[in-house]
Nanobody, 126 residues
Framework: VQLQASGGGLVQAGGSLRLSCTAS????????MGWFRQAPGKEREFVAA????????GYSDSVKGRFTITRDNPKNTVYLQMNSLKPEDTAVYYC????????????????????WGQGTLVTVSS
């Protein structure tokens, strides 16, 4: 599967952005999808994930209450709505597809994901 992330940009602190990740192929709707981010000089970290039917969702503590992950299976797209952005949210954001199909839970380790998009840069100015 190929994943295409978009929607990044420059925004002031307190602002909002919506990231999109569109997948090619016909098996998108059976996989958990996740968003990760990597800031300069830091390791890639989990941000959010949503299982195949939206019944299970997880967030990192750092974004909980500010970010919302959703998916539109007919459109093969997963979204990350980011509100109340902070300078520490500055990073390259990646979408990724989990290894397992029809999972009832979400997974946070990056090793659980085997297909990655190219990333989209989010810069939050103070």
């Amino acid at each position: 599967v190929q994943l295409q992330a978009s929607g990044g940009g420059l925004v002031q602190a307190g602002g909002s952005l919506r990231l999109s990740c569109t997948a090619s192929g016909r098996t998108f709707d059976s996989y958990t999808m996740g968003w990760f981010r990597q800031a300069p000089g830091k390791e890639r970290e989990f941000v959010a994930a949503i299982n195949w039917n939206g019944g299970s969702i997880g967030y990192s503590d750092s974004v909980k209450g500010r970010f919302t992950i959703t998916r539109d299976n007919p459109k093969n797209t997963v979204y990350l709505q980011m509100n109340s952005l902070k300078p520490e949210d500055t990073a390259v954001y990646y979408c990724a597809r989990n290894k397992r199909r029809y999972s009832l839970v979400v997974f946070t380790p990056s090793q659980e994901y085997d297909d990655w998009g190219q990333g989209t840069l989010v810069t939050v100015s103070s």
